[in-house]
């Protein structure tokens, strides 16, 4: 017998992006494309249930790979010493993506046996799929997705649309990329997890 497969996507627009490299050090540099972990949160912030999760597979990028400087103030636990202790803030520099956009897909994985207290269906993977297509379709979200940084909002965040299409001219590789900041995907300790040898081929990443 062949499990159904239950598979979910959508797409994302923005002026700005920022899914940092943490081998970037304090220079604060964006990879080309969001990380798996990134993607799976952009998923999360539509639905979700305590027995399955979504797991993104793959990211087609539909725009040119541009990058630009952007300079704001941080005022987080970073900072040196004498500036906590006058509060005051410094000035961050990024390497940042600008006109992005992104169509991400994933499919239904079980975490456990679904509680039947509080699930009507005895079919949980079906259930998040439905979920999701109904809460993305009506702009519905838990908390508002971002493109990395939390004030990289979306100008588009919905269905995928037929006239975007992956951006075939993009081939880049990358040595090393941060899958996930945790060790698993439901209630993981904080591990990094990292992923070698990942390419972008005619503007779409695989997530290993």
């Known amino acids: 017998m062949i499990n159904k497969v239950y598979e979910?996507?959508?797409e994302v627009e923005g002026v700005m992006a920022m899914f940092t490299r943490p081998d970037a050090g304090a220079a604060f540099v964006s990879?080309?494309?969001p990380t798996y972990s990134a993607a799976k949160g952009m998923f999360?912030?539509?639905s979700r249930v305590k027995s399955a999760f979504i797991k993104p597979t793959k990211v087609e990028i539909c725009s040119?790979?541009?990058?630009t400087n952007y300079v704001t103030n941080y005022?987080?636990?970073l900072r040196k010493s004498n500036q906590l202790a006058q509060g005051s803030s410094y000035q961050l520099v990024a390497t940042v993506l600008s006109n992005v956009c992104y169509k991400i897909y994933g499919i239904i994985e079980e975490v456990g046996l679904p509680d039947m207290n509080k699930v009507i269906t005895t079919n949980h993977l079906h259930l998040l799929q439905d979920k999701f297509e109904t809460r993305?379709?009506?702009d519905r979200f838990y908390y508002m997705p971002c493109l990395g940084w939390k004030e990289f909002t979306?100008?588009?965040f919905g269905t995928v649309r037929a006239e975007t299409k992956a951006n075939e001219s993009i081939n880049e590789f990358i040595p090393s990329m941060l899958y996930s900041p945790f060790d698993k995907n439901v209630s993981g300790n904080s591990?990094?997890?990292y992923k070698q040898n990942i390419w972008i081929k005619k503007g779409v990443m695989e997530y290993a």
């Open 191 to 193: 591990n990094a997890v």
């Open 136 to 138: 993305l379709r009506n």
């Open 8 to 10: 979910v996507s959508f």
């Open 31 to 33: 990879y080309p494309c």
């Open 44 to 46: 999360e912030a539509v």
């Open 75 to 77: 005022g987080g636990p």
């Open 64 to 67: 040119p790979i541009q990058y």
């Open 154 to 156: 979306p100008s588009y």
